[in-house]
């Protein structure tokens, strides 16, 4: 059984874990996609990898926005192609609210989120 994102709206399934609702509509009408830790006993990881990315002369901009809110988050980054080249990381939780980010990409064929689980339900990220 793998381990993959869920496309959600509104607020996750589990108590004491964010998000509560999406980011740009600020209620049930607009969706995101996440990471679910309801049956997390042991560390688990999911990876998206983007679509292959057009080559700008001066590089390109990834926006977009994290919630990383709970006891049990373990980690989120963003790496290029082979989860080698680490663009940005974040550990533990984050606090309740969306955070925005905006990476700067050179050279980037691919981007990938890996976001990873602790041992506990209130670790969606």
């Known amino acids: 059984d793998q381990f993959t994102w869920t496309l959600g709206n509104g607020s996750t399934p589990n108590r004491g874990t964010g998000p509560f609702e999406d980011h740009s509509t600020g209620g049930r009408s607009g969706q995101y996609i996440y990471i679910n830790s309801d049956?997390?006993?042991?560390?688990?990881?999911?990876?998206?990898?983007?679509?292959?990315?057009?080559?700008?002369?001066?590089?390109?901009?990834?926006?977009?926005?994290?919630?990383?809110?709970?006891?049990?988050?373990?980690?989120?980054?963003?790496?290029?192609?082979?989860?080698?080249y680490v663009l940005w990381e974040a550990n533990g939780n984050q606090g309740l609210?969306?955070?925005?980010?905006?990476?700067?990409?050179?050279?980037?064929?691919f981007v990938q989120l890996q976001a990873e689980t602790?041992?506990?339900?209130?670790?969606?990220?």
């Not at 006993?41 to 990315?53: D, F, G, I, K, N």
């Not at 905006?102 to 064929?109: G, K, M, R, T």
């Open 118 to 125: 602790g041992k506990g339900p209130r670790g969606d990220i």
């Open 39 to 84: 049956r997390s006993s042991e560390t688990q990881t999911a990876v998206l990898r983007s679509p292959q990315l057009p080559k700008y002369e001066t590089g390109g901009c990834l926006r977009f926005w994290v919630s990383m809110y709970g006891l049990d988050v373990q980690s989120l980054k963003v790496t290029k192609e082979d989860l080698e």
């Open 97 to 109: 609210y969306w955070l925005p980010l905006s990476l700067h990409l050179q050279n980037a064929d």
